[in-house]
């Protein structure tokens, strides 16, 4: 395979740093999987993201080796592929049962069903002088819906007005990641590459925009709080905002399972937890609410 980026002198050097900050961005999700692996549990954590990941990752694996001058595309999607599928891997063996049937059935349909079909249909429907250019074009389809997947947090922060979700360490991560992938495409001369970038590097300023307006939101709502007087046996906090959205975070809850009746008692005798139920009103005003039934959460 000939090293056309060598080729290309700033391509070269955009993809390099394109390929350090992607594979930060790739290991992001580290910590939440050594979670997962400590508690044995995928708690609410979702695989689709991961499943989405390796399916544009294999795809735009696929598009480099077509291409033949992409090798630094290839370096990033091969590892990219490779940690995916670790991740997913490790998601199934401790998901709940639902949870693991679902997603054994989406990487069924999507990473290898509709994987193989594309493949089918390049090979045997478009004539080989088009099959680098449809291929460019479906990668940049899913590339567009990859990037656009974060607009529902930008929503979430919008009607929370709080950034608790959406970690400016990433977004400002992902951004630059954008426009490194940018110039490369640029440099190379290949739109498939470039086009998809654009929209991420503008999503990327919103959610840091969005971050700067929000970003002392969180700390004023824990501030209320830490003013606000808990019960003893506090250990779930549920957050109802009256802008449409709630937010459970549960502590270390003893299970709705283990109470037996109305005195609020357990199988061990002992008192279970009560529930604090903070409503957080449009204008920021926080009203706590304490509950003698247990948090069934």
Sequence with gaps: MAVADSHHPWAFTFGILG?????????????TFYRIYRK????GFQSVPYLVALFSATLWLFYAMLKQN?????TINTFGSVIETLYIAMYIVY??????????KLLGFMNFGLFSLILVLLQYVVHSQYRVSVLGWINVAISVGVFAAPLSIVAQVIRTKSVEFMPFSLSFSLTLSAVMWFAYGLFLKDICIALPNVLGFILGILQMLLYAVYRNRKQVIDDQEKKLPAPEHVKNI???STIATSEVHPVDAKPYDDIDGKDGTDRDGDEHEKCVVV????????QLKSDDEPCAV
Excluded: C, D
């Design 19 to 31: 390929n350090l900050i992607s594979f930060l961005v790739y290991l992001a999700p580290v910590p």
């Design 40 to 43: 044995k549990s995928t708690e």
């Design 70 to 74: 992409a090798v630094l595309l290839i």
């Design 95 to 104: 998901a709940t049962k639902a949870s693991r049937k679902f997603t054994i």
């Design 238 to 240: 549920v957050i109802l």
């Design 279 to 286: 409503v957080v009103h449009a204008s920021g005003e926080l």
